[in-house]
T-cell receptor, first 117, second 114 residues
């Protein structure tokens, strides 16, 4: 149980275009999902917290107008990288908070490799 | 600001031995610590969670300890196997309400040699 999927698993786009990444909890409902970014050999950095039915909460230094998050249902959150630039190339990972767990076990998706040319 | 520190050097051990990975944190004591496994190009996989009032937690060949005096958590894999080779991440959270933000360490890469 507790499976989280991401789509696409990798994407290459041209500079200036937008890319949408989907994160789905397949066998449970998640009111809260998180979006992380990971550069090579570095730790996961939390970008934003996505709450179903409300606006996302962004971490300091993350541009909310550039990284648009929509959590339209209890099983789906999307991250759209707008006007992508080469420096946005990274490994984007989502996670979903498993319900009913007081301390919050997060289940992660397999990640999306974004390359901006 | 709060930091999670893990040994950035890879840990190489022989199959069958016990692997011990260290996670140190600064400043405040977290409500809990979590350990994850990450394989190259994949998302992290949850392994164990230990709360601040717990000294030790076990799951099959895995054992985690939490020492709030030393501000340290140790992660042990007994009877290690080559399949245990991966990067292991330590993460801390502060629990309250409906969700919790995690701060991750950079991870320690473990290589188990046959």
């Amino acid at each position: 149980g507790a499976v989280v999927s991401q789509h696409p698993s990798w994407v290459i786009c041209k500079s200036g275009t937008s890319v949408k990444i989907e994160c789905r909890s397949l066998d449970f409902q998640a009111t809260t999902m998180f979006w992380y970014r990971q550069f090579p050999k570095q730790s996961l950095m939390l970008m934003a917290t996505s709450n179903e039915g409300s606006k996302a909460t962004y971490e300091q230094g993350v541009e909310k107008d550039k990284f648009l998050i929509n959590h339209a249902s209890l099983t789906l959150s999307t991250l759209t990288v707008t006007s992508a630039h080469p420096e946005d190339s990274s490994f984007y990972i989502c996670s979903a908070l498993f319900p009913g767990q007081g301390a919050g076990e997060q289940y992660f998706g397999p990640g999306t490799r974004l390359t901006v040319t | 600001s709060q930091k999670i520190e893990q040994n950035s050097e890879a840990l190489n051990i022989q199959e069958g031995k016990t692997a011990t990975l260290t996670c140190n944190y600064t400043n405040y004591s977290p409500a809990y610590l979590q350990w994850y496994r990450q394989d190259p190009g994949r998302g992290p996989v949850f392994l164990l969670l230990i709360r601040e009032n717990e000294k030790e937690k076990r799951k099959e060949r895995l054992k985690v300890t939490f020492d709030t005096t030393l501000k340290q958590s140790l992660f042990h894999i007994t009877a290690s196997q080559p399949a245990d080779s991966a990067t292991y991440l330590c993460a801390q959270g502060r629990g309250s309400g409906g969700y919790n933000k995690l701060i991750f360490g950079a991870g320690t890469r473990l290589a188990v040699h046959p």
